[in-house]
């Protein structure tokens, strides 16, 4: 797909993109659209919006169509006045909030994924590996640590405060357990690292509080080296069909329900 782009003299890509994404790509979408040579222009959307995907679903096409009509006050339109190559969605099926989302405009690109977590692996193999020989496991990394919940004692004694302000103490008790009763689906949490976070004081605050939470749930505690490959091939435009989705303009975002996972329709 690189090939497609127009050339600047010098033979490289000269590729201006938009990426519409979940907060929870914060931390590495940043560090790898830093270092890309490409131009690049980032909204992104608070974590926790796939919850009710039929909302998310609104909020994106709704991103989309103020891209394609330039009226996006979240956008800063390329510096040569031109238009952008391609609309990049940093969400994965996501309770298929994709199904639908077409651009009248731009060309779509979204990865063949069930859940962050396979793109923060490098792989859906390695997702699946994993999944099966941990099933209840609870995730996180450095962008996940700083922009979604951990269940540990520090939001258990914020909900109970909530709660008691509301309801009095002991409705708040018998709310709180209740709120957390999900939890019981979970016997662990698993950190992902990232190489390209080696060192930094983010990645290890992330994982002291990760490895706390599972000590306040009682949970086993876990850690995995992240692969950053795939997200820089989406951030690269290196797209190739095993990986990612291509919607040419005008078309929407259909769910396959095989190992596609997505295609494009009418």
């Known amino acids: 797909m690189r090939g497609a782009f127009p050339r600047a003299a010098g033979g490289e890509s000269v590729v201006n993109m938009k990426m519409i994404s979940c907060k929870i790509f914060y931390r590495e979408v940043s560090l790898l659209t830093a270092r890309s040579p490409h131009y690049f222009d980032v909204t992104y959307l608070r974590q926790g919006l796939h919850a009710h995907p039929d909302r998310l679903r609104g909020v994106l096409q709704a991103e989309i169509d103020a891209v394609d009509s330039m009226t996006d006050i979240h956008t800063n339109y390329p510096p040569d006045g031109g238009s952008f190559d391609a609309i990049l969605l940093g969400y994965a099926l996501c309770s298929n909030c994709v199904e639908g989302l077409s651009s009248a405009r731009h060309t779509l690109v979204l990865p063949k994924a069930h859940d962050c977590v396979s793109l923060f692996l490098g792989s859906r193999e390695r997702y699946s590996d994993y999944f099966f020989n941990h099933k209840g496991t609870f995730w996180s990394n450095a962008s996940w640590a700083e922009n979604c919940f951990l269940p540990d004692g520090r939001r ?48 290890a605050e992330a994982e002291r509080r990760c490895r706390a939470c599972a000590e306040y749930n009682g949970w086993a505690f876990d850690t995995l080296e992240g692969d950053s490959a795939w997200m820089r091939r989406f951030l690269d435009g290196d797209w190739d069909d095993e990986r990612f989705l291509v919607v040419p303009p005008g078309r929407r975002i259909i769910l396959t329900y095989d190992e596609r996972l997505v295609d494009y329709g009418r």
């Open 156 to 203: 258990a004694a914020a909900a109970l405060a909530g709660f008691t302000k509301r309801y009095g103490a002991e409705r708040a008790a018998k709310l709180l357990s209740a709120s957390e009763r999900w939890k019981d689906n979970y016997s662990g949490t698993t950190f992902i690292r990232w190489g390209e976070f080696s060192g930094t004081d983010i990645q």
